[in-house]
């Protein structure tokens, strides 16, 4: 079943067509012009069939503004004997194929089938290369105390519902990981899961990187763009620091999760989205809310199933599979065997604090990869990376919560400044270092610096 157009200005033609097609389960509309069609058609269509002669805009200029338009539908034109030299014209210009009139039922049922089904693969090319554009975490789950038992029972029981999932953890905890693994369980498994990090563009450019746009419908929008609610349909979408939506998109955003519809930019045709959405954040939203800063009814659309994912320092049983996993797939990746960690070694993992968390683990891990000389990783050659002075105070263990919430923010921002200070002020060097996007960093250092002009006596 498609959804067919047909144009064509001779009325028994058209009619007898379409019967055909309907004959055939495709949902047809038809326009007795090209003109017609362009001003009046407010759908989207799988195929359009057009006569290549008609008075006015001929099938030719018709394709060619469709193009124009930004609409990739494949276009099948129909022509009599002596016009086919403008089908072949038409051709180069982006027709899928022509059809000599008279034909029979069977014909031109074949080639909307292939023509169809060319569209299709169009379309599911394009979400290929959006997911391809993502690299995508591996999705295994490594974990074995109690806090990520907990996680992978959740995941299990959300993973078939429809409903959003919030997940909240610190930068690094492996909250990607964690929607990955929900849309793996999940019913959609086989459909597309994109990711949109939402602090990593201005508001006007998440709009159209979420909803889509339409060729001019603001300077430099040159052609049609599908956005994310669009490509991932029947898929997952997951929104990365959704705290940083501004305030007026949070409101389109609670519409497409409670009605299932959403506009492109610069389009008044309403589309229908079917899409699983997933968000994570690093923020207390509860504060946010408090503060106007996020919108309360859609903190609660959100907030249905919070997923939290504790540091890594209070879950100090998973540091040990979590070494021993990324050192096994360094040296997979390097295709040699892997290194032995010494119990110094992994003595010396459990006793760190882990302000940038398992990503932090995972850098370390490769990192005595690389350097490690002989077969073995031992303790001595992780200490200089691990910096003293950014552990747990002395007579304070690693496993026991931290008693005050500000330690953590105060030991992220030294190592902030320590790493800036290790690359020369350099941003992206010290973004990378990290592990945080160069976006993430301003942010984090200009909160920095309105904090200390606020505390700056006279202020
Ligand atoms: N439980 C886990 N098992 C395997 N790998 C993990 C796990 N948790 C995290 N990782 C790895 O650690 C890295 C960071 O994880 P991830 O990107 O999911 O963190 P995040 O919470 O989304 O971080 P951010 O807030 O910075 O986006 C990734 O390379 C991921 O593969
Ligand atoms: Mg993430």
């Known amino acids: 079943m498609a959804r067919v157009c047909v144009v064509d200005d001779n009325d028994m033609m058209r009619d007898s067509l379409a019967a055909t097609l309907a004959a055939a389960q495709h949902e047809v509309t038809t326009f007795p012009s090209a003109q017609d069609m362009l001003s009046a058609a407010t759908e989207s269509f799988d195929l359009v069939i057009t006569d290549l002669k008609m008075p006015r805009m001929d099938g030719v200029a018709f394709l060619q503004k469709l193009r124009q338009n930004g ?26 194929d022509y059809i000599t009139k008279p034909f029979d039922g069977p014909a ?29 975490a591996p999705s295994q789950l490594i974990g074995i105390s109690e806090a990520m038992a907990e996680i992978s029972k959740r995941i ?10 919030l997940i909240v953890g610190e930068s690094g905890t492996g909250k990607e990981v964690i929607a990955r693994a929900i849309h793996a369980a999940s019913g959609r498994r086989e459909k597309p899961m994109l990711a949109v990090n939402c602090a990593a563009l201005s508001r006007g450019l998440l709009e159209s990187e ?19 609610f669009e490509l991932a349909d029947d898929g997952t979408l997951l929104l990365d620091e959704i705290s940083e939506m501004d305030l007026n998109l949070q409101a389109k955003l609670l519409r497409v999760l409670q009605e299932k519809t959403f506009e492109r930019v610069g389009s008044s045709i309403t589309r229908r989205a079917n899409v699983r959405v997933i968000v994570t954040t690093n923020r207390d939203l509860k504060v946010w809310v408090a503060q106007r800063r996020f919108r309360a009814d859609l903190y609660y659309r959100l907030n249905v199933v919070p997923i939290t ?5 209070q879950r100090v049983a998973d540091i040990e599979p979590l070494a021993e996993y990324f050192n096994f797939q360094v040296a997979q990746r390097e295709g040699r065997s892997a290194k032995r960690l010494e119990e110094s070694a ?3 993992l459990r006793r760190y604090s882990w302000p940038g968390n398992v990503r932090e683990l995972q850098n370390i891990v490769e990192r005595a ?19 003293g002075s950014l552990a747990p105070e002395a007579g304070e263990t690693a496993a026991a919560p931290l008693a005050d919430g500000r330690l953590m923010e105060e030991m992220e921002k030294r190592l902030i400044y320590q790493t800036l200070d290790r690359f020369g002020g350099h941003r992206a ?23 200390e002009l606020a505390m700056m006596p006279g202020a």
């Open 156 to 165: 299990a029981q959300v993973a078939n519902s429809q409903v959003t999932v």
């Open 71 to 96: 609409v990739e539908t494949p276009v099948i034109l129909m022509t009599a004997y002596g016009t086919i030299h403008s089908a072949v014209q038409a051709m180069r210009l982006g027709a899928f």
């Open 429 to 451: 060097r010290t973004a990378r270092a990290l592990g945080i996007g160069i976006r993430t960093l301003g942010m984090k250092l200009k909160n920095y610096r309105q904090v």
């Open 369 to 387: 990869n690389v350097l490690a000389e002989g077969p073995v990783i031992r303790g001595s050659s992780l200490s200089p990376w691990l910096d």
């Open 346 to 348: 992994l003595e010396a």
């Open 210 to 228: 979420l909803f889509g746009h339409e060729k001019g419908a603001f300077t430099g929008a040159d052609r049609l763009r599908r956005g994310r």
């Open 309 to 313: 994912v504790p540091p890594l320092r």
């Open 108 to 136: 031109i049922e074949a080639l909307v089938d292939r023509a169809v089904a060319h569209g299709r693969l169009q379309r599911e090319n394009e979400v290929l290369k959006a997911e391809l554009s993502e690299k995508p």
